[in-house]
């Protein structure tokens, strides 16, 4: 059964600074991984999908990395801001029933 | 206006109380997802639907039931509701393009407290 790991829990850090946000995945048969945002009372908002053939994918200041042998998958925010704050979740779409497993979330805080 | 809304966004009930939520959407998606997401835990399936004669059971299905009355709404239903469905709960849309499984799109989401 595909599990998804998010540490830490929480992370806080000065403006400015660069940071990775760490999700590792159980089984690597997987379809795509993706990264999403939630911030309070305004639902999930898609940031990075990453197929499974793919090693990486580029947003502005994100980059999302994946490692299917590892299990792992990191999303790296540069020149980090106060508007970043909010909780990063990363799903694991399964090959096969194309169903997201997702991770519990980092919540990050930028302190200005 | 938003491509995926959810009603109510907050509701307090009591416990064997029946309720619905509503999930509209207006992005012309085929599939649409009921979601519930707990304190320190991810989201997790209760109903998926890959269209309006499609209804799958998620991971967590039971004591729950959906309804997709048309390809833009999918409405979640709780037939006698317990303290532990008190959660916040997701619908979301997503879309084949090109053969690929595509992103999901989610609602603000509802609030749902049973008492």
């Known amino acids: 059964k595909q599990e998804v790991t998010q540490i830490p829990a929480a992370l806080s850090v000065p403006e400015g600074e660069n940071l990775v946000l760490n999700c590792s995945f159980t089984d690597s048969a997987i379809y795509n991984l993706q990264w999403f945002r939630q911030d309070p009372g305004k639902g999930l908002t898609s940031l990075l999908l990453i197929q499974s053939s793919q090693r990486e994918q580029t947003s502005g200041r994100l980059n999302a990395s994946l490692d299917k042998s590892s299990g792992r998958s990191t999303l790296y925010i540069a020149a980090s801001q106060p508007g970043d704050s909010a909780t990063y979740l990363c799903a694991v779409m399964n090959d096969g029933n194309y169903q997201l497993i997702w991770g519990a979330g980092t919540k990050l805080i930028i302190k200005p | 206006d938003a491509d995926v809304t959810q009603t109510p966004r907050n509701r307090i009930t009591k416990t064997g109380k029946r309720i619905m939520l509503e999930c509209s959407q207006t992005?012309?998606?085929?599939?649409m997802y009921w979601y519930r997401q707990d304190p320190g835990l991810g989201l997790r399936l209760i109903y998926y639907?890959?269209?309006?004669?499609?209804?799958n059971k998620g991971e967590i299905s039971d004591g729950y039931s959906v309804s997709r009355q048309a390809q833009a709404k999918f409405s979640l239903s709780l037939e006698s509701a317990i303290p532990n469905q008190t959660a916040l709960y997701f619908c979301a849309t997503s879309d084949l393009v090109g053969g690929d499984q595509e992103t999901q799109y989610f609602g603000p989401g509802t609030r749902l407290l049973v008492l």
């Open positions: 639907s890959f269209d309006v004669k499609d209804i």
């Open positions: 992005k012309g998606h085929d599939r």
